[in-house]
């Protein structure tokens, strides 16, 4: 088994899956698969499908015939449970967080914090990796992920120093970018500036954002009625969409009503927002920007 961090709002998870023992479930991020251990514990005849991405996660996958692994991205959600005839289900949850595991390990690339190459593939069998996208989109693509998904006040000149610095030399791993972005960091924030723009190449390279948004529309589609989406992220891109989506059905957050003036939504939010509580952010410090939102299908 690889280590994995802590699960994340695990009491407060379960708690708002609302599982019967018999019932269909999704975890659309197993990752180290404590929550799906947690889920898997309130089961007795139920079944419990599991998405990840990462080849890494197979590793953790515990014998349990209830449970059927899929090593895909979630956004293929819907065709899977079609294609197993597991349709509908009760409840489908997902933490959008990246893992310990991930952010740990060098050679993935999604931190700073080590010299590694510049990878960030959530899939690594995918084509795309983070140092494509520094070395070959233009100035103004690079101000746009920048400006929309690091949410860089400075992603200007921070995406023209980019495209300078590469002119005399192509930009291989984290530490060639660091450098870069060290002179724009400010003094008291730099860590926070850092994580900022490697966030920002990211979700592009691992399209995470049009990903959710797919799984979120699919939710409406393949859970039953009553049936419980749970989400947790953690940064606001993420949050914004989710709370949206529970909100009223789309992306925007606007409510649209029928011809007698009634609300078409498809959820009821049961829990509008939940963070982690002191004593576990003590015990977990990534869990400190968490947010898990709960709604049940109408």
């Known amino acids: 088994m690889i280590h994995y961090h802590e699960p994340v709002l695990l009491n407060e998870v379960i708690e708002g899956l609302n599982i019967k023992h018999s019932g269909i479930y999704v975890d659309a991020t197993f990752g180290g698969g404590g929550h799906a251990r947690a ?6 005849k139920g079944k419990l499908i599991a998405f990840d991405h990462d080849e890494d996660a197979t590793a953790n996958i515990p014998d349990d015939e209830r449970l059927l692994f899929i090593n895909q991205n979630f956004r293929f959600t819907k065709n899977f449970l079609q294609l197993h005839k597991l349709l509908p289900v009760d409840s489908l949850f997902a933490d959008l967080g990246v893992s310990s595991h991930q952010i740990d390990s060098s050679q993935r690339g999604f931190s700073a914090r080590f010299s590694g190459p510049l990878d960030m593939r959530m899939n690594r069998s995918a084509v795309k990796t983070a140092a494509d996208i520094v070395n070959n989109y233009d100035e103004k ?3 746009k992920i920048l400006k929309l998904y690091g949410e860089l006040k400075n992603a200007a000149i921070v995406s023209k120093a980019i495209v300078e610095e590469r002119k005399s030399k192509k930009i291989e791993n984290t530490r060639d970018l660091a450098l870069i972005l060290e002179r724009f960091a400010p003094k008291r924030r730099r860590n926070q500036f850092l994580a900022r723009v490697f966030q920002a190449f990211r979700i592009e390279v691992n399209d995470e954002l049009n990903a959710l948004k797919e799984l979120l529309e699919q939710s409406v589609e393949v859970l039953k009625t009553r049936g419980r989406l749970a989400i947790i992220s953690y940064h606001s891109l993420e949050d914004r969409l989710v709370k ?12 649209k009503k029928d011809f007698y003036g009634n609300k078409i939504v498809p959820f009821k939010v049961i829990k509008k927002l939940i963070v982690p509580s ?4 003590k015990r977990n410090k990534r869990a400190r920007s968490a947010k898990l939102r709960i709604a049940e299908k109408k």
């Not at 002191?278 to 952010?281: F, G, H, L, P, S």
């Open 141 to 143: 693509k690079l101000f």
């Open 278 to 281: 002191e004593d576990e952010i």
């Open 244 to 255: 949206n989506f529970m909100k009223s059905g789309n992306f925007e957050g606007i409510i």
């Open 39 to 44: 889920i898997l514990g309130k089961l007795k």
